[in-house]
């Protein structure tokens, strides 16, 4: 399907079609090009590539066909000018942010941030120069006070990990563009079926693509989507001089999860919540946090820029972290990890793995309570899930 005709078809369409590129066999299923380089015909062809005279591939560290595949597809689904994938999440990220950031810049981040990603805004991007200001995201007011005259970008993800908080993010993009400054989106949590930030007004989203995209556990993967001109302004050349580049193995992998990502996401999204209405009114559960409910903090905000709710579920369990821990061990089916997106129901506690690296007080500060659990929904029987969890609260 050429990429240009993509746009009439509905998200479930895209995500089995977009970006195909068939080769003189007529593979139905799309080819793995496992190849670092490619060859030239002539001389004249090896030097016109280079100097992008002429189109075609040249070094799999930063063009490959299955890449390719991968990052139109996504660009199609996002509805973005150009996509870029990367090895890994962090690597999307690290990329979206440090290319367009210099000495003597300065980028304002939500605080509520994956563990890793906040490490990059507080403690990476001082070391070369660039000065950080984490605020709480879901007040505007602290966006704009924290704007300085060097404020290149800001930094958020929503909802966020682990407290499933939302942010305004059309509000936070007009911050920002008042500021001349740039709105990155880390869209992890929505899936790229919920919710579109560049729709939204913002100006590069970066997803982990090793979270729903893969959605079984295989591969780690990551993607930045932008602007044609943000992409080559910030993001092409230093994927291709410095190499944060994707296997065309795993590219392969996540184009293929890309084909069932909208049935994965619906189921886990409807048995998200099942277990919310289950947990809301247990005795031992004293905290319950899932977007699609009317009592979730910003569910207006939810409301309003997603499709729907979560396939995660955050809530607290009786009795601080003795309580998590003894509901933890007594899971049966329910397997313990950092990991989320899964075919396999996985259930993290923050304050000691994702989140340890923070003080207490600032874990405190963002709602990481030493009871909060992160229960991320497979594919599993809802039934099945939800007896576990029952199961499970009877030994707190
Ligand atoms: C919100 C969020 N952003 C980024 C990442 C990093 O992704 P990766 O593990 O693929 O590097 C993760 C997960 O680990 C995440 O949860």
Redesign the pocket.
């Known amino acids: 399907m050429p990429a240009s005709a993509d746009s009439k078809y509905r998200p479930e369409t895209r995500l089995v079609h977009a970006g195909t590129l068939r080769s003189q066999f007529g593979e139905t299923s799309e080819a793995l090009f496992l190849t670092q380089g490619y060859v030239y015909d002539t001389a004249l062809t090896a030097e016109k590539r280079f100097k992008n005279e002429e189109p075609g591939y040249q070094y799999s560290r930063f063009s490959n066909p299955t890449v390719t595949m991968f990052e139109q597809r996504m660009a199609a689904l996002e509805g973005a000018e150009a996509a870029r994938a990367t090895a890994?999440?962090?690597a999307a990220?690290t990329t979206a942010l440090m290319g367009q950031l210099r000495a003597g810049d300065h980028v304002v981040a939500s605080k509520a941030l994956?563990g890793?990603?906040r490490y990059v805004v507080e403690d990476h991007c001082p070391r070369y120069g660039i000065a950080s200001t984490l605020i709480d995201g879901t007040d505007l007011d602290q966006w704009r006070k924290a704007v300085r005259p060097n404020t290149k970008t800001f930094f958020l993800?929503s909802p966020t990990?682990p407290t499933l908080e939302v942010i305004d993010i059309k509000a936070v993009a007009e911050i920002a563009h008042d500021a001349g400054a740039t709105l990155v989106v880390?869209n992890?949590?929505s899936t790229p079926l919920y919710q579109h930030p560049l729709e939204l007004g913002a100006d590069c989203i970066v997803y982990?693509a090793?979270?729903h995209i893969d959605g079984q556990g295989r591969c780690?993967g990551?993607v930045i989507l932008a602007s044609e001109k943000f992409i080559n302004d910030h993001v092409q050349t230093l994927i291709r001089q410095t190499g944060p580049s994707i296997s065309p193995f795993n590219a392969w992998v996540l184009l293929k999860g890309l084909e069932t990502l909208a049935v994965r996401v619906q189921r886990q999204t409807d048995t998200a919540a099942t277990v919310a209405v289950a947990l809301a009114e247990h005795p031992k559960i004293p905290r319950l946090i899932y977007p699609g409910r009317p009592d979730h903090p910003q569910a207006e905000i939810a409301h309003k820029q997603m499709r729907a709710g979560s396939t995660l579920v955050a809530f607290e369990v009786e009795g601080g972290k003795a309580g998590a821990f003894r509901f933890q061990d007594a899971l049966k089916l329910i397997r313990i990890s950092n990991n989320?997106g899964d075919a396999k129901s996985l259930i993290t506690h923050p304050a000691t793995t994702t989140h340890q690296r923070l003080t207490p007080a600032a874990r405190a500060e963002l709602g990481i309570s030493d009871g909060l659990v992160r229960l991320s929904l497979g594919l599993e029987h809802p039934d099945d899930i939800c007896e576990d969890i029952m199961t499970a609260l009877e030994a707190v």
């Open positions: 890994t999440g962090m990220v994956f890793s990603c993800e990990n880390d992890v949590f982990s090793t979270k780690l990551g989320l």
